[in-house]
């Protein structure tokens, strides 16, 4: 599995040497997310500080934009160095037109799960995204706890995967990962963790991304 240390839980005020220390710790990506305190409950970081990291990090950058009308800002985070953009179909009337912006704009684009949405509303677009994120948390707040439920869709999600030979779509899953949840999530070949806390928090990063991505 590759490991997303996810940016909500550094420490902003040491923005580059903590991106600096992800890379050195060998963390595979970044996992960035914009919220808008409208689609979910609260505000983090926006375009200034996604244009440090973009400055401050050559390591991949996998934009989650939990805004709405992501399409208004589409274009703007991936010229700020977005390589993956991740969007909510909850959160626009207009989601094949923000898949195609996003690759018409060099970007990969993903599509979001919360907790209580059912697979079945993202299944006719599967074939047309590079990833899908499971949140195992509600989204908003960073520290939570692994909602097990999600487990069932992703195996529903391993299953479609495997019958329409979506070869090149991978799974990420995102919310309470730690080494037990991560090893819940191998088991269900997911292919990208994201970590706040658990990365951020430990005094070895480099020790604790290893042990995720290998558990």
């Not at 590759?2 to 040497?17: E, N, T, Y």
């Not at 018409?104 to 509303?121: H, M, Q, R, W, Y």
């Not at 080494?179 to 706040?196: F, H, M, P, Q, R």
Request: with cysteine.
């Amino acid at each position: 599995m590759l490991v997303a240390p996810s940016i909500l839980s550094a420490d902003f005020g040491q923005l580059k040497r903590d991106l600096e220390e992800l890379k050195d710790a060998e963390a595979d990506l970044l996992h960035i997310d914009i919220m808008d305190g409208h689609f979910v409950p609260n505000i983090s970081l926006g375009i200034p500080v996604m244009q440090a990291i973009n400055n401050y990090s050559d390591l991949p950058k996998d934009v989650h934009l939990m805004i709405n009308k992501p399409e208004s800002f589409i274009k703007e985070f991936i010229g700020l160095g977005a390589d993956y953009v991740t969007i909510h179909p909850e959160a626009t009337s207009q989601l094949e037109h923000c898949i195609d912006l996003i690759r018409s704009n060099g970007a990969k684009p993903g599509i979001a799960l919360n907790p209580e949405t059912e697979l079945d509303v993202v299944l006719p677009y599967l074939h047309r995204i590079d990833l899908l994120l499971f949140m195992t948390i509600n989204p908003g707040f960073g520290g939570q706890k692994f909602i097990d439920s999600v487990v069932d869709k992703m195996i529903k999600a391993n299953s479609y995967r495997e019958k329409h030979g979506l070869n090149n779509l991978l799974f990420e899953v995102d919310g309470g990962i730690n080494e037990e949840t991560a090893k819940v999530c191998s088991e269900n070949n997911i292919d990208i963790l994201v970590s706040g806390s658990t990365i951020f928090n430990s005094k070895n990063k480099k020790s604790t991304i290893r042990n995720l991505r290998n558990v």
